[in-house]
């Protein structure tokens, strides 16, 4: 199985409601490496920006409102199948059909506010990564 990166980010309502280190603690137990991590804080254009692929949902003025609403934890996640297995570990989009033992199903109040988002393919990954990380951020031989 291909080592993998992928980009995680706690969500406002994650930070808000202090799971911040719950969340990456499922990372490092299920063996995914955090390799780069950044706490900041996204404008209304970043937003919309980061998540163009959903400019013509009916729900994008509200995510991007909410998701520059407060401060949000960016990460990079390093493993083998790391862009599944983080999609795993934060389960279903909406907490109400997320496995449970999912963050989702634990921490999410909403399928908006849904406490972490992960990349869903390698060139997701590659593109959201490049939206939070240069190249000199990323961690080098972490993994032993
Ligand atoms: P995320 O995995 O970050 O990808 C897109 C985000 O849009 C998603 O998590 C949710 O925060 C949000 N989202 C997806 N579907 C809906 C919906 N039906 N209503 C409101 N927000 C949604």
């Keep these: 199985m291909a080592v993998e990166r992928t980009l995680s980010i706690v969500k406002p309502d994650g930070v808000r409601t202090n799971v911040i280190g719950e969340v990456f603690k499922r990372f490092e137990?299920?063996?995914?490496?955090?390799?780069?991590?950044?706490?900041?804080?996204?404008?209304?254009?970043?937003?919309?920006?980061?998540?163009?692929?959903?400019?013509?949902?009916?729900?994008?003025?509200?995510?991007?409102?909410?998701?520059?609403?407060?401060?949000?934890?960016?990460?990079?996640?390093?493993?083998?199948?790391?862009?599944?297995?983080?999609?795993?570990?934060?389960?279903?989009?909406?907490?109400?059909?997320?496995?449970?033992?999912?963050?989702?199903?634990e921490y999410a109040s909403s399928v908006e506010q849904n406490i972490v988002h992960g990349s869903d393919a390698p060139e997701t990954a590659r593109e959201e990564i490049g939206f939070f990380f240069s190249h000199a951020d990323l961690v080098q031989g972490v993994r032993t």
């Design 29 to 105: 137990s299920a063996g995914l490496q955090i390799v780069a991590a950044r706490m900041t804080s996204l404008t209304k254009a970043q937003a919309q920006a980061f998540y163009a692929v959903h400019r013509e949902r009916p729900f994008f003025d509200s995510l991007t409102t909410f998701m520059s609403s407060g401060p949000i934890v960016a990460s990079v996640l390093e493993g083998e199948d790391a862009i599944n297995r983080n999609r795993e570990l934060m389960g279903a989009t909406n907490p109400a059909e997320a496995a449970p033992g999912t963050i989702r199903k």
